[in-house]
């Protein structure tokens, strides 16, 4: 039987590691995203006129955050404890095994969940929705509990990690899927990536050398991104052991990469946790065999990895038309049409079904099968075996569940599948138990990026001073910073509105209204360094859409200057605090109302947070976060130094 023991808590570890950059990202933007004074604040999204009972207000909106009347706090106040307590509990569970159990799973799912249901158009992403996922998941995969000698191993562990990697696949295959299925024609002439860089959400530090790359290489780039996508995920549910680990050094090349030409917050670091899915014991403690045979065997999957590999290069080189020039560079284009492409899918997604139901069905076969045979006593056996169905039966549900989003990559697929599932899937929807994943299916900004200036000014006729955000492109001279994984919401979200119209994102309204009012939560998370208008506000407020470009190879050298940006028009007019449409749309949002916030009646648990709240806020949220990430190394290094453990 395959052990995963060690590996199973490696990922769970990392999974903690994953929470704890959420949990403490989210804390520091609490005050300015959903503050009473923020921009959406969270008490919007609960009601607590009348007297229902706290069984029908979860009923309503299942979020701990119904526990602030209870706490004697305000929701604003509520949210920092979950975040607090979400934070405590992921440290807890990196630093050490002993808490990495599913009770603690079940807390740390629990109380981002509850931030989740409150956070709005600031936490509709798709990773936040995968990390709830991969959370859920670690509730089934972790043990009851760590016993305090030696380490718990059950036939069933291969079973519940198999789902790791079924998530891996859905969200690595489908995220390809979406790049071709949308007919997007930057992905399908291959001049993707020559745009991708200069136009992502938050460009990393290389985004910019990464951009002046030759452009036969982008799109040779761009082939290889799409080969990692579509067909590589193929390759997890491989039987041997290396296709496997080389399809894990395939993910770990690809992530890293977009690790350094781009700000993805944590996600990229959660992807890579999952990868973990696609190791085994083996892979960390590998036995050494004396025996002629087993080197056979060796020398055997070697050459079957290199045969399948081959394979792979050799359908990129025929379906990519790649072909060597005589001025060294590889010349690239697709060999097939969109057509084809839709026609093929259908099929692709047929055999994804199969391979998955082959490859759950063999790990459950040797799972029950080493249940009855390995465990000594006719009671542990019994017990073990029973364990061993009910995580089998788990497992079936998660996947047939998980089946329904995965099939609409494809709509004839849809109706194909069991209206049993598809109600199922419904009652565990809102959970966000199983999810679909098709990130940015088109390539945006193809005439140039576009970027929201927002302008303050105390005359109507100028001069107009600009606002400048901490991480999204403003100032040409400012380069890019390295921000992940803590995820900045407000420059995300100016990312996507700048896609759209302000009647589009009604929350920029209230963005509008706060620097109108100079409200010190949400000036806290632009860039305070030099105030345009000091302590004061400014009368009037605008904003307009500009072009952004990466400054030219040539022309950087020469200057300080990173981009070039051109004036649009104008995104939203001038508003002033006392406009009255302006008003009363906020009026109408419920970010404005007259009656009083709750009051906080729990004065010590107020102080404690207010304290805490002044220290961090002195800290820049990317470094808070590492400094922490840090600390709990430092405790690990220190603990195995003082306290030497026996090898796992």
Known sequence: ???????????????????????VSFYVQIPGLYGDNGLLPARTQLDFKGKPSLLQKFSQKPTLAWFAP???????????VIALLGAVISFLGFISQRFCTWPIFMALWSLYYSLYQVGQVFMQYQWDTLLLEAGFLCILIAPLYVPAKGKISTPSDTVTFWCVRWLLFRFMFSSGVAKLASGCPAWWSLDALSRHF???????????????????????????????????PFLYF??????????????????????????????????????????????????????????????????????????VVYGTIVFYRLRLLDNWTIQSEIGFTQQEFTYYLGKII???????????????????????????????????????????????????????????????????IPTQVKHMYMKVEPYRIVNGYTLFRRMTGLDGRPEIIIEGSNDIDGPWKEYEFLYKPGNVNHSMPFVAPHSPRLDWQMWFAALGTYHQN????????RLLSN????????????????????????????HYHFVPWERNWNSESWWTREKVGEYFPIFSRDHPPLLEYLKKLNILHDKPTTKVTNKVMKTVLDSLRMLV????????????????????????????????
């Open 519 to 546: 409200q010190k939560e949400v000036l806290a998370l632009l860039n305070n360094v030099e105030k345009p208008f000091g302590d004061k506000p400014p009368k009037y407020v605008r904003a307009n859409l500009y």
């Open 238 to 311: 491989f039987p041997n052991r290396k296709v496997r680990q080389v399809a894990f050094y395939i993910q770990i090349y690809q992530y890293l990469h977009i690790m350094a030409t781009g700000n993805w917050n944590f996600r990229d670091f959660l992807v890579i946790c999952l990868s973990i899915g696609l190791l085994d014991d083996q892979f960390f403690y590998k036995k050494k065999s004396k025996h002629e045979s087993s080197r056979w065997k060796n020398h055997l999957s070697t050459l079957v990895c290199i045969l399948v590999y081959a394979a």
């Open 198 to 232: 200069e136009v992502q959400c938050l460009p990393g530090v290389f985004a910019w050398f990464a951009h002046h790359i030759p452009s036969w290489y982008l799109r040779l780039t761009t082939v290889t991104t799409i080969i990692f996508e579509l067909v590589i």
């Open 1 to 23: 039987m395959i052990e995963v023991r060690y590996t199973r808590n490696l990922f769970l570890r990392g999974i903690c590691i994953i929470y704890l950059f959420a949990f």
């Open 617 to 648: 806020e002195k800290i820049e949220p990317s470094l808070l976060i590492w400094s922490i990430f840090t600390a709990a190394c430092a405790i690990i290094m220190t603990s195995k130094t003082t306290h030497p453990s026996k090898k796992k």
């Open 70 to 80: 209870y706490l004697g706090l305000n929701v604003e106040y509520t949210l920092d």
């Open 506 to 513: 009604p929350w920029i309204m209230s963005l509008t209204y």
């Open 350 to 416: 047929v055999a994804s079904f199969i391979i998955g139901i082959v490859s759950l069905g063999f790990t459950v076969a040797d799972s029950i099968t080493h249940s009855l045979l390995s465990t000594k006593g006719s009671i542990n056996t019994i017990i073990t075996f029973i364990t061993t169905v009910f995580y089998t039966i788990a497992v079936c549900l998660i996947f047939a569940t998980s089946l329904v989003p995965f099939s609409s990559l494809h709509p004839s697929h849809n109706i194909t």
